[in-house]
């Protein structure tokens, strides 16, 4: 199977509500990305790019591409903007990934920017909204929280289980995220404080949700027979997969499982050439705490219902049995909408080199990124192994 | 001759057993779920169905009214009075081609004449209550005539179903508060710009399937497709589809939720402020059919998984200037029998 591209480099900036415009922000992530690579590399190497964003910042909707390329520094290259809602950044990798290997280009650029605070807050519900079903699940007053509220109520149902399953992923998410600088929350939760919550969807609470938050990442791929001109230590991307599904959830058979998360993980499990016990750590596409659960689930790594029981256990946290979201997940580390799936292949990035500081997950060897756009309707899993 | 074949009759619940309309209840959706229990189950051929309508009506809502039946109408106006339903139903009786509805309805939120009555009329040699008509004339409404004509007729009509809440209804009384305050469209369009823009012809477009559940079976496959979209859903065929409404009501709860603290849409806001929380439903209508609905009539919280639920249409939200429109789940057991 072997590897199919290297990462050699990779940038983030602070999620949360920041200052800075997605100009700015892009700017940062991507000269954090280039200064990253051990025996450097120039923006005028770069053959191609891909920027990932919903919306950019809402005032950039068209041709956003072009301006990664002015931040950028690489004016003159084909330059496309990928849009898959959340999992913008899972497919802009995918594609960077597709273009090293099959020789199109030897040094692609991927970055993700979202600018979420500008935006008024009705405006923004609009924006978000409108990546999911506005037919049949808008018309009847369902944002996202509400879709992946009917989901978490249906989990509970199927599995007997309480909210403080749904609980326990929040507070462990917040746990890792108090340790990433990066990170737009950095405090810890009790359980009390999530149950007590205000009540967006129930059965999901305030606690329960991802924050708005503004954020850019950047990673730089190369062919892997080519990583070692780069750096000693790259980072490989071995496998690859990607699936959608019917947009609205009333749709599909299963509100508890993800059809493109399963179909996803396999593709990506067969191309890697690898079991799932030799993943060392997951990042996981947790928007509200019950889509953490399900991906545990629809990744192979639970049977369904035990991801609830894993997590009340201790199990996903940092330093348990398969640590799930060591930088904070999009629950505590924010959820810059494009940059997301991006700051998971940093996060994969840093962690394999050793290099995750506090957050650092001990011989991670091998890792798995998981992207999801909306409520399941498109989604994509990475492998990737230490150099 | 035309014959008196079903009548279908619609009185506001709402969670205080009032009688009053609930805010997302007006004429038009208390008419369309009249006119659905007279017409559901009992296709009328040959199209066009003539409907004679009684009573204040949102002009703006007739065009829909192909959707609510599901065919092509011609559409009368009669006076609202008692005098005007006889006068409306003799003239049903008398001969023409095809199916006629008269529907009749009072939107006054008072108990007893809030509600809407549908009779629908089909060729026949003799209608068995052409005679009766006019003992029923009074100085009330034309609701309140049909709800005397009931009283008078109704349970020994024969060949006459009388279907919904003809013995729901008080028909004097005290005039309760209305239950909750009803936010009409100029007010909740405030600040609907920043909301999901639904272009008014994008609305319209499937309306069949969010209004009457309008489906495809497939005779290949069985695969019931919903919403539909031309194609098999399981098989792909597109040449093996019959057209197939799916049961408005009973349908099974699989999913709930209950959206408040900011967590609705923007077109959603002015509800929310106006009436708090509210309840959404993922529920099966037939297998492999679902839908999301939101609940009415009902307390936040009040349905669960495992439960059944009906449905209604109502107002959604008001945007360019005029109600949305579409169905929402009720609780069993707040319906009346049929």
Known sequence: MGHRAAIVGAGHTRFGALNEGPRALLRSAVDAAFASVDRGAEPSDVEAAFLATLGFGGWQIGNSAAVLGEEAGITGVPATRVENACASGGFALRAAVEAVASGASELVLVAGVEKMTDVPNARRRYWLGVSGDTEWERLAGLTFAGVYGLIASRYLYEHHLGPEALAAVAVKNHENGALNPNAHFRKPVRPEQVASAPRVADPLGLYDCCPVSDGAAAVLVVPADRARRFTDTPVYVDGLGASSDYLAVQERPSLTQFAASRRAAEQAFRSAGCERSTVSFLEVHDCFTIAELLALEDLGFAAPGEAGRMTLAGDTRRTGRLPVNPDGGLKAKGHPIGATGVGQAYEAFCQLRGAAGERQVPGASRALTHNVGGAGATATVTIYAAG | ?338
Request: proline fraction near 8%; charge should be negative; glycine fraction near 12%.
């Open chain 2, 1 to 338: 001759m035309r014959e008196l074949l079903r009548a279908g009759a619609y009185c506001p619940g709402g969670t205080d057993g009032s009688h009053s309309p609930s805010p997302d209840e007006d004429t038009f959706t208390m008419a369309a779920t009249a006119i659905e229990r007279a017409v559901v189950g009992f296709p009328v051929d040959p199209f066009p169905l003539g409907i004679d309508l009684l009573g204040e009506f949102p002009p703006s809502m007739e065009w829909a009214l192909p959707a609510v039946v599901g065919a092509p109408v011609h559409l009368l106006r009669s006076a609202a009075s008692a005098r005007g339903l006889v006068d409306a139903l003799h003239r049903a009786t008398e001969g023409g081609d095809g199916a006629v509805l008269v529907v009749a309805m009072d939107g006054r939120p008072r108990f007893g004449n809030s509600g809407a009555v549908a009779f629908l009329f089909r060729e026949s040699d003799g209608g068995p209550l052409s005679g009766a008509f006019e003992e029923v004339l009074d100085e009330g409404s034309a609701v309140e005539a049909a709800f005397s004509l009931y009283h008078a007729h109704g349970a020994g009509t024969s060949g006459t179903r009388w279907v919904g809440d003809w013995d729901a209804v008080a028909r004097s009384g005290e005039v309760p508060a209305p239950s909750s305050t009803t936010v009409g469209p100029e007010r909740a369009t405030e600040g609907v710009s920043q909301g999901a823009y639904v272009p008014r012809a994008r609305y319209l477009e499937n309306l069949p399937s969010r209004w009457r559940f309008a489906a495809e079976r497939c005779t290949g496959c069985g695969t019931v497709s919903f919403p539909t979209r031309g194609k098999c859903r399981n098989c792909g065929r597109r040449d093996a589809l019959v057209p197939v409404d799916l049961p408005r009501d009973g349908a099974l709860v699989v999913a709930t939720t209950v959206i408040g603290a900011g967590g609705q849409p923007a077109e959603f806001d002015a509800q929310v402020e106006a009436q708090g929380p509210y309840e959404v439903v993922l529920a099966e209508l037939a297998p492999g059919a679902r839908v999301t609905l939101q609940l009415t009539d009902a307390v936040p919280g009040q349905v669960r998984i495992g439960d059944r639920v009906d449905t209604r249409l109502r107002r959604l939200y008001a945007m360019e200037g005029e109600w949305r429109y579409g169905r929402k789940a009720v609780p069993r057991a707040l319906t009346a029998p049929t």
